[in-house]
């Protein structure tokens, strides 16, 4: 993957141009007859995304010169990652992210991880995994929106942690994440890189050092051993093609 640098002191036209290009992909996938496959973030960031987004594919499918010929394919939404929590808890991110689709909400799949409820971390994880490689196989997604830490960390692939990082499966639990709770459930980078189009939101001046360390490590193309302080650089070598876009309110050489 190569990596490009979005600079906008805007974060609301960062949000706008990942949409719109997040919306493109979708658009070509139904075009192609297939559904579309999208994985979100959460927080503020998620939220804008899934709002934008639902504006969007609404347009998309009224607009179409036969709408009809839409109505059976669907968008799905994946969750880079989820804490294990009640469904009912206010930080679950797919209670985030679902609040954005008010217009598409009918013809959007969402695939909540498994809570508490329906088994044990490594249970619910196991779960999430099977329905990832169930629904896509090794197909790729149609675009992947993520969010970058104050630690460089993205979905809940946190720097250190090599278990998480060198996961080949789809998605794997995460026992001992530095922000609380300490248990979630994560995309793994290998399963995030296998698509064409990646979108890394970094905003704010608490996200500077991180950052301009994860652009000193991932652009590298030196031959050096995989670096478990930058995420980012292992999910850039997890797949040979596709783009990684760094949207960042702040001014960073690449």
């Known amino acids: 993957m190569n990596i490009q640098i979005i600079h906008d002191i805007s974060q609301d036209q960062l949000v706008t141009e990942a949409a719109e290009k997040i919306s493109a992909a979708i658009s070509h996938a139904w075009q192609e007859g297939r559904d579309a496959h999208v994985v979100l973030t959460g927080g503020r960031t998620g939220l804008a995304i899934a709002q934008a987004l639902d504006i969007s594919v609404y347009r998309i499918r009224t607009n179409a010169a036969d709408p009809a010929q839409l109505a ?36 959007t799949v969402f695939h909540a991880v498994p809570s508490p409820s329906e088994g044990s971390l490594v249970e619910v994880s196991a779960q999430y995994d099977a329905e990832i490689l ?22 809940s692939c946190f720097p250190g942690d090599e278990k998480v990082l060198t996961s080949r499966l789809n998605a794997v639990e995460v026992t001992n994440s530095p922000k609380p709770p300490s248990e979630r459930t994560t995309l793994t980078l290998h399963r995030l890189a296998q698509t064409s189009q990646v979108y890394i939101f970094a905003i704010g001046e608490v996200k500077r050092t ?6 000193k490590i991932a652009t590298r193309d030196d031959g050096a051993p995989a670096d478990f302080s930058a995420p980012v650089a292992l999910l850039r070598q997890n797949s040979p093609v596709g783009q990684i876009f760094i949207m960042t309110d702040q001014n960073v050489a690449q």
């Open 210 to 215: 991180a950052l301009q360390q994860t652009l």
């Open 134 to 155: 169930g629904s896509l196989g090794s197909n790729r997604f149609d675009g992947v929106i993520l969010s970058m830490g104050e630690d460089g960390h993205v979905a």
């Open 72 to 107: 059976e394919l669907k968008l799905h939404i994946w969750f880079s990652d989820e804490r294990y929590v009640d469904r009912s808890a206010d930080d679950r991110l797919e209670k985030v992210i679902e609040s954005g689709f008010v217009s598409t909400a009918a013809s």
